[in-house]
């Protein structure tokens, strides 16, 4: 028989007392703070519909979390059989007590990862699972969570008070009608959620689809997009309806941060070419490091925070990509170089006091090499939170150790959880926190930090870095 | 005078008492358990002759080991005065007594290397040393030593028993006959020795003699190799003799792990060109390209395990490479990007249940960048251990930080030694095990990891992982 | 209030006990030993002349330090307004008090940073600061340090006994004079002092004003310079100079170390271009690629240490540049290729006893990749601190963590402090030996270093190994 799965209080702190004890008594102070959740993909729909559910424990847990379902592919698992829609329509698992099962049994590939870590902090936490999930114990626990979802109290309007969500950033594209938002406020819910704006999709001339991807967005704008000055001016319409609607950032994520200005005329021919379907070798790469530039003038001048997410070869897997589509996993990171690729942009825009330029990588060599210089020196630059494969328990304190030294605490951005698993966001948080608190309590017992300063600092860490840097009102 | 030389029953564990509490008890359930070494470069005629012995301790510790020669020789130490022999058949010293008198005058060297780690191992585990070498006690410590390696309990064969080697995997080049192995078969003795099947040097149209290679290759194989396809086929038979002689895996050793296929007649037309001598610039990188995916597909078809080993600029230093050859330490890293170059190769094959392809590094900054992610996706790869110089206390501590969040546990592959010094493979997986088990006990005291699953999981890390990933048989 | 603001004794050591004691114990062996101060960049004026002064706390401890000014600098605090000049000699804060005041106003910034733990270490420990600096307590604090400096007690030539620097070498331009230091010798003033040859001004073909540059270096060396070999000629002559008045060490400064011998005849076609005013494209990088093996031949000749930065690229903020001129923060690192790069050099002199290479980097991706296996490989390499961004708590553990296992200890150089701010070097030593004292008793208590050794392997982080690397006397 298994013993009972419980959550220890110290969990994640360091296991020498002194330490411990500073960072439980430091944690604390922060355990109960609002979240501050400044970019995810949580679907607004979510909260848009006061009815909204999340379905059963595997339409909560693993169909949607590219975490667990890459996992379990990369063991063998085809991801039919573990309900991930096709896009051909194709056959999957429509059984989710058979899906429960399968992932129980396997619960072991998880061990020891920031997955499991969060499964457990959910499970244990929110669900009042008390076994560890296996074969045998399977079916009872689908029971046990299926019934507190089927609950009025686990609808996500609910969850997102008793989570103490402070604010909620999604991640939208450009020409997102923003109708969820509208909804919303004009429910009278108090929920605090908010779009980002996200133009990926429009700047990349390779995207899928790109020029009904432009049409599209000259439609939401009400701008008739025919040449370079019709696309730039709907791009700046659309990003000052996400502001009016509440936005405070906008979102890029690109292989390389290559950034180097083209001409006015340059600019033109590229976009004209591409309108055409006539886009030539090399000119999407161009005309991205072109739009980063222009996309910087734009957050300067609008002040959304530009939020920069570089490095991930997107779909590196074919097969998967074919079958499944986008965002199935199959996102392998890439080796990244700041310094040379984001001079032309800093030229231009790092020494404007209106610029908020956050920088995430997924190159770990990057965050002592070139990412701290840059921030510990730009006052347009900050440096964003580990990110994706690196948020875990070891990223953070390798981020901490890598950045702080260079960057100090005050060009760092707290922490933002990421995801599209709206119920593993507390989850991410207490690691975060408690991870913070443990390193904050190291560096006042090594006498590094001074002792007065650390619950100041933590605070910060937890909640009031994120607020400041993505320009959300301190409460 | 010096004090005893002892090897601490709690070595390399944390030193905090919980975490050092928890290391112990989980180290003693694994510290008896078999060695599976799947990948290392032992001599086979250690075992194929019922009589071979190793020599004098200067045989035995000093000129066989690379690691060992390169730091001497990194200190001005020139390699003759060490016995290593000379291409050119010149004069190197020969008294071993005097080498060992040098060495011992050095020991200094090694303090808090690898190399000094299990230079201890071996010394006071295995041969009962109990004093530090110095200047002062050499020759003493080479007649204790001596006095061991002259009794038949320090044969071989004998110490591959009291070792309790489960399983060995030697390193033999495409066309190696194979009789050390039927000599080992037909001798009855029962010791568990295994080829593993190397062709860099038919595959790598630069390899020295490279033609000489290939005929010895079809030699070996009984083919007549007089084009691409009858090339392939000597070594898809060469395959099949190696896995009939018990056989799992094959290795390759590259600068760069970039795969790019060619045209069956830009193949052939490679081919062609190499055998007439008449090789062009690039044509031996595009051919090892294509070869790799070819390797791919053979280990696909016929079930050997792909290993492969990138990263290492060979021979660096030619002063050193001419007089003395390869492997004489003058190797050294590249940067090495896998996220692109295995692409190729991933599209065909890596969603392939038939394939098991196991990667390693040199560059860690590949670790959590490129190869995690990489192993946590596609079905077909998996990590390799810490290697070469990253084989140590702390270059394992580091793996395990940077690899399991993404990969999990169980898409690596334990442990291999990876050596020439058959003696010190149990010093070698002894810092293994107990630095895993100091990682697993940290994992559980900090709550990460639940401590049911501890003994399971360190079982895993201290061989199971390694027999399954090698596909050797469990026993 | 305040509470009294103190350095613990046991500061920046592990909590764990053992290793604390450990520490502590190992760290009184060394805590009063001479400093050894190898490189750095302290101006020689202020002990040439026996009446120099350090003027105000903020002309001690900010304007020059630009890991100080580029902190508040990324802060949005302008360079003027903290008393850095510019180069067109506009108006910048001239009232020290109220700098000072702005500065401990941002004291939070530098929490948890290395900056942050040299002040306070200077602040509390040389200046008997007792409270926290803040916006409260500037002006206090300000009198405080004014009152010390006026004081004899604090002039350069006193405090350098006080700090019980046993040798500090200075970082000079191949032009140098050299007077400072015949004044020096001239006044029997007792203290040594020794310039570095330091020639990237007259080796980058690139550099502002080369032209200049290498007729003022003809000059001093009293040398026609007017082709390739007359410019060979007049640094070996100045290289023979600051031989003979001190120097051990060269240095070179290089974005990339790329090495690559060219012929005589087109080493003399580059020069010959640049002095025409004629540089091509390609021709600076190509001549700095020639000089570094010219100058390790040079080094290999007459003994002096050549010291290789690699890495950083200068005056990535134009605006910074333009307005404040080189070293005011706006350096950032790139990534470094040593292997591929440095092999032409260590071709010809790597395995040159009379040559001793130091090399440093600003990428610790290299640490372990390719740093410690070239310095564990060839006699001529050592490898240097970690230097700059690097030089904190957090990157010595790493760089221990990541080189000693390949190079071993006796291959690296020690430390080195690296700075202009002549009254931090204490902090810094302090700094270095008490995270040495840590890492060697951790390496004891976990049974790594055997406890015999200890002391004396400190003794050598301390201040031996950078003797012997230099090649300074020993005492």
């Known amino acids: 028989m298994t013993s009972p799965w419980t ?204 020029r009904d991807n432009v049409l599209r967005l000259g439609q939401s704008a009400g701008v008739d997009v025919h040449d370079y000055a019709s696309y730039i001016h709907a791009l700046e319409e659309r990003r000052r309806r996400f502001k009016q609607i509440g936005a405070t950032a906008a979102d890029h994520g690109v292989e390389t941060p290559w950034t180097e200005p083209l001409s006015a005329a340059e600019a033109a021919a590229h976009f004209q070419r591409a309108l055409a379907g006539n886009t030539q070798p090399g000119d999407a790469a161009r005309f991205t490091a072109h739009m980063l530039i222009e996309m910087a003038r734009m957050s300067a001048e609008d002040g959304l925070v530009m939020q920069l997410h570089a490095g991930s070869f997107r779909n590196h897997n074919p097969l998967v990509y074919e079958a499944f589509g986008p965002d199935a996993g199959g996102d392998i990171p890439v080796m990244t170089e700041f310094t040379r690729n984001l001079r032309p942009l800093l030229e231009r825009f790092g020494n404007d006091p209106r610029l908020a330029l956050i920088l995430f990588t997924l190159d770990e060599a990057t965050y002592s090499r070139e990412l701290a210089p840059l921030a510990g020196h730009y006052p347009a630059v900050r440096l964003g939170p580990p990110w994706w494969f690196l948020d875990s328990l070891n990223g953070i304190r390798r981020y901490l150790d890598l950045v702080i030294d260079t960057t100090g605490l005050h060009k760092t951005t707290g922490f933002n959880d990421d995801t599209r698993a709206f119920c593993s966001i507390p989850a991410r948080h207490t690691v975060w926190r408690r991870a913070s608190a443990n390193w904050v309590a190291e560096q006042v017992v090594r006498g590094v930090i001074d002792d007065e300063q650390a619950a100041g600092i933590l605070r910060e860490l937890a909640g009031d870095l994120a607020r400041r840097a993505y320009r959300l009102l301190m409460p």
């Open 7 to 210: 959550l220890d209080p110290d969990r994640y702190f360091d296991t020498e007392p002194s330490v411990r004890a500073k960072a439980r008594e430091l944690y604390a102070t922060v355990a109960d703070l609002p979240l501050v959740c400044p970019h995810g993909h949580v679907n607004p729909r979510l909260f848009s519909d006061p009815n909204a559910v999340f379905g059963s424990p595997v339409d909560l847990f693993i169909i949607p979390d590219h975490y667990i379902t890459r996992m379990l592919y990369s063991h063998g698992i085809p991801l039919e059989q573990i309900g991930v829609a096709r896009r051909d329509g194709g056959e999957t698992e429509r059984d989710h007590r058979r899906i429960w099962r399968l992932f129980c049994s396997l619960f072991h590939l998880f061990d020891g990862t920031p997955s499991g870590v969060w499964l457990k902090e959910e499970l244990v936490g929110l669900f009042g699972v008390d076994q560890r999930p296996d074969a045998a114990n399977a079916d009872r626990l689908y029971d046990v969570i299926a019934a507190r979802l089927a609950t009025p109290q686990f609808r996500p309007r609910e969850l997102f008070g008793r989570f103490n969500v402070a604010v909620l950033a999604t991640n939208n594209n450009a020409d997102d009608p923003l109708s969820d938002y509208q909804l919303m406020h004009a429910s009278g819910w108090s929920g605090d959620v908010r779009p980002t704006f996200r133009p990926d999709h429009v700047v990349d001339l390779g995207a899928a689809g790109w």
